[in-house]
């Protein structure tokens, strides 16, 4: 089906259903999603009368399930024109950025109404590089008149029960190699935690199946603990929930515990926590501001990150209690 054929039949429904069409474009990953979490319930509150679309990439179907009260708009970043036909949507949300790439693909809708930064053809706020990314979302909303919390960060809970309630949840993937803490420091981490009692269990997408399965390997721990790319999402999002701890670098694992409020240790490289890190609630964020280097593509790990040691791992369960 093409672009047009799928917006003429977008069309055809919102006519249908008498339901005026509000689309919120952020064509990102999972953590970019549990992100804007705070303001895409302030604008569910907000347009209740409305159809809400979350223009995304389709695999977040299952997350976005979890925020609630949005249909998911597959979409590829931003290569290619939104799936929906021009003049049919009510409210064009931009939470994708400020640049003209996602400006121009909002701009393309002729929405009725335009929320998003400021620009050439269009009032809002001007971009602060230094935001929280919660904090952005929120004072681009509030700008526009819609009220929304930036600590409003909690997700619906899963349908499916956990596969591991109550396990610790070592997440040993990341999108880049920036963000790899060593296998090793993992697995001794992994054994540590194991040998004070925690059923250890590691997860990952499919891609980092083998990296999971190294960090097993030294670990010494059984395969049974190996869950990296067996889960489903909501399988995922249901076993952090569900956790008792979650160590991880700064991912969508790290997001979803904030959002359950389970307890987690955050390692952080190439992105600064003051941007990216958790809400106030029983996670601590390790990292080593000073060495940063702040590649976000880079294939090798971040200075920042490389200088957290096990030792700091440990020291930081015990913080939170769990040691």
């Keep these: 089906m093409s672009a047009v054929q799928a917006a003429g039949e977008s069309a055809d429904l919102i006519r249908a259903d008498g339901k005026p069409e509000l689309l919120v474009l952020r064509?990102?990953?999972?953590?970019?999603?549990?992100?804007?979490?705070?303001?895409?319930?302030?604008?569910?509150?907000?347009?209740?009368?409305?159809?809400?679309?979350?223009?995304?990439?389709?695999?977040?179907?299952?997350?976005?399930?979890?925020?609630?009260?949005?249909?998911?708009?597959?979409?590829?970043?931003?290569?290619?024109?939104?799936?929906?036909?021009?003049?049919?949507?009510?409210?064009?949300?931009?939470?994708?950025?400020?640049?003209?790439?996602?400006?121009?693909?909002?701009?393309?809708?002729?929405?009725?109404?335009?929320?998003?930064?400021?620009?050439?053809?269009?009032?809002?706020?001007?971009?602060?590089?230094?935001?929280?990314?919660?904090?952005?979302?929120?004072?681009?909303?509030?700008?526009?008149?819609?009220?929304?919390?930036?600590?409003d960060v909690q997700l619906n809970t899963p349908h499916m029960p956990s596969p591991v309630p109550g396990a610790t949840v070592l997440h040993v993937g990341a999108a880049y190699g920036s963000r790899l803490w060593p296998a090793g420091r993992f697995a001794a981490v992994a054994s540590a935690l194991a040998e004070a009692g925690h059923q250890v269990v590691f997860t990952g997408g499919t891609s980092e199946r083998e990296r999971a399965q190294e960090v097993c390997r030294l670990s010494g721990l059984p395969d049974t603990s190996m869950l990296a790319g067996v889960l489903g999402l909501g399988e995922f999002a249901a076993t952090i929930a569900a956790a008792r701890l979650v160590v991880s670098a700064d991912t969508g694992a790290a997001h979803l515990a904030s959002a359950y409020g389970t307890p987690s240790v955050v390692l952080f490289g190439p992105a600064p926590p003051e941007i990216w890190g958790p809400p106030p609630g029983p996670h601590v964020v390790l990292t080593r501001a000073e060495l940063r280097r702040g590649d976000t593509f880079a294939a090798q790990p971040d200075p920042a990150l490389l200088a957290v040691q096990v030792s700091d791992v440990m020291a930081a369960v015990r913080e939170l209690g769990l040691l």
């Design 27 to 151: 064509a990102l990953k999972l953590g970019d999603l549990l992100v804007a979490v705070p303001a895409l319930k302030g604008i569910r509150r907000a347009f209740p009368d409305h159809r809400l679309r979350y223009a995304a990439q389709g695999w977040l179907s299952e997350a976005l399930g979890l925020v609630g009260g949005y249909e998911l708009l597959p979409t590829h970043g931003l290569d290619e024109p939104l799936a929906m036909e021009p003049g049919a949507v009510d409210v064009a949300i931009n939470l994708h950025g400020s640049g003209p790439e996602s400006q121009g693909r909002i701009e393309a809708l002729k929405a009725r109404r335009t929320v998003g930064h400021q620009s050439p053809h269009r009032d809002g706020p001007p971009w602060r590089p230094e935001l929280h990314e919660r904090e952005r979302w929120v004072r681009l909303l509030e700008w526009h008149g819609i009220e929304a919390d930036p600590l």
